[in-house]
């Protein structure tokens, strides 16, 4: 089974305060997404990453970075927590398409829930 | 208006009861994911579809191409399916998703 990993599924962190939230895939996947999911929002796309050291932005990626320095991990960064970054993220990965198969299959992990105070 | 439409918002059911949530969509899609969110976070991906019915147990879900909609139904529903279920559609060949904001669904004993 694919699995997807986060690191902490519960943080209090400080306002100003570096967090680190981390994610691993064991499945080889290219592609590896974080989001945020906020009540009466859904969920909202922080970045992507295609590729080792490739990243794009998503609809929301003000106050955040993101580091894919291996395949299988995906780090998303708070360089200085605000309280408006309360919320529940979430990880997910999907392969590649290819051209026998299309790479649609999205697996998420269990969410991390942060709070700053 | 939002790009991908669920309906109803919230339901609430009797145990044995046959339960429909529908999605509908505005843009081009390559693909349609039915995603289950239990308390405490987690996502499980139930289907991904591109076209035509899949099955799984007492799930069924079902996408009109041509009608940019897609229904997800349960069958002789139990507690354990309450839980939010969430369409999202990936756009073309993109590796974005975009999400409908959720069906609540309580299943009642």
């Known amino acids: 089974d694919v699995k997807v990993t986060q690191s902490s599924r519960y943080l209090v962190k400080r306002t100003g305060e570096k967090v680190f939230l981390e994610c691993v895939q064991d499945m080889d996947h290219e592609n590896m997404f974080w989001y945020r999911q906020d009540p009466g929002l859904g969920l909202r796309l922080i970045y992507f990453s295609y590729d080792v050291k490739m990243k794009e932005k998503g609809d929301i990626p003000e106050g955040y970075s993101v580091s894919r320095e291996k395949k299988e991990r995906f780090s998303l960064i708070l360089e200085s927590a605000s309280t408006n970054q309360t919320s529940m993220y979430l990880c997910a990965s999907r392969p590649r398409d290819r051209a026998y198969r299309s790479g649609n299959t999205v697996y998420f992990g269990e969410g991390s829930w942060l709070t700053v105070v | 208006k939002n790009e991908v439409e669920q309906s109803p918002q919230n339901l609430t059911a009797q145990e044995g009861e046959f339960i429909t949530i529908n999605c509908s969509y505005s843009?081009?899609?390559?693909?349609l994911h039915w995603l289950q969110q239990h308390p405490g976070g987690g996502i499980v991906s139930l289907f991904t579809?591109?076209?035509g019915k899949k099955k799984h147990g007492r799930l069924i879900a079902t996408i009109n191409i041509q009608e940019k909609h897609s229904s997800l139904h349960i069958t002789a529903s139990h507690p354990r399916d309450s839980a939010v279920y969430i369409c999202?559609?990936?756009?073309?060949?993109?590796?974005?998703?975009?999400f409908g904001t959720g069906t609540l669904l309580a299943v009642q004993p």
């Open positions: 579809l591109s076209s």
């Open positions: 999202a559609v990936r756009r073309g060949a993109t590796n974005k998703l975009i």
């Open positions: 843009v081009g899609i390559s693909a």
